[in-house]
T-cell receptor, first 116, second 115 residues
């Protein structure tokens, strides 16, 4: 069964510092990979996704993630944190086989705090 | 704004009761997914409908049921409610039922509180 592990339930960075949120997946076949962001009292918003092709994926708000098959990882980065980046971030996978459903399997989330 | 609407935003009810959550997908989307977000279980997939037909079930209790109507809106019915059912329920929609381009867009959620 596919699963997602997010290392670090809480990450704190200073404004302007590098943001690195870790995500590892478990799957016999490389799945589709996603990062979603959830701001307080709001729904989930897609930051970026990897399906096929270029392994470095650029998303919204200056975020990017790199798919590394050898490491089964899909870490999220942003060169310079902004106060508005404070939110909870979820890594998710979706199976690439079958096609009958595109259900998402989420990690436990990482709460990002940005200190002034 | 994702284009997915959910009503109501908040729902407070008592144990043993039954509630219905409603979701309207984005215009043109045929798939609707339901997810539950709780403190102890995290974000979990419940069920997926595509063009009126059930496609997949996840960790959905037998007390819960869903359907998708001809106009593509969906309802999630929760019955014999227990305290542990208190959670945020999200609906998401996508154009198709799978594939690389099939991104899910999430609604703002319905917060259910069972007292």
């Amino acid at each position: 069964a596919q699963s997602v592990t997010q290392l670090g339930s809480h990450v704190s960075v200073s404004e302007g510092a590098l943001v690195l949120l870790r995500c590892n997946y478990s799957s016999s076949v490389p799945p589709y990979l996603f990062w979603y962001v959830q701001y307080p009292n709001q729904g989930l918003q897609l930051l970026l996704k990897y399906t096929t092709g270029a392994t470095l994926v650029k998303g919204i708000n200056g975020f990017e993630a790199e798919f590394k098959k050898s490491e089964t990882s899909f870490h999220l980065t942003k060169p310079s944190a902004h106060m508005s980046d404070a939110a909870e971030y979820f890594c998710a996978v979706s199976p690439t086989y079958g096609g009958a459903t595109n259900k998402l399997i989420f990690g436990t989330g990482t709460l990002l705090a940005v200190q002034p | 704004d994702s284009g997915v609407t959910q009503t109501p935003k908040h729902l407070i009810t008592a144990t043993g009761q039954r509630v219905t959550l409603r979701c309207s997908p984005r215009s043109g989307d045929l798939s609707v997914y339901w997810y539950q977000q709780s403190l102890d279980q995290g974000l979990q997939f419940l069920i997926h409908y595509y063009n009126g037909e059930e496609r997949a079930k996840g960790n959905i209790l037998e007390r819960f049921s869903a359907q998708q109507f001809p106009d593509l809106h969906s309802e999630l019915n929760l019955s014999s409610l227990e305290l542990g059912d208190s959670a945020l329920y999200f609906c998401a929609s996508s154009v198709a039922s799978g594939g690389a381009a099939d991104t899910q867009y999430f609604g703002p959620g319905t917060r259910l509180t069972v007292l």
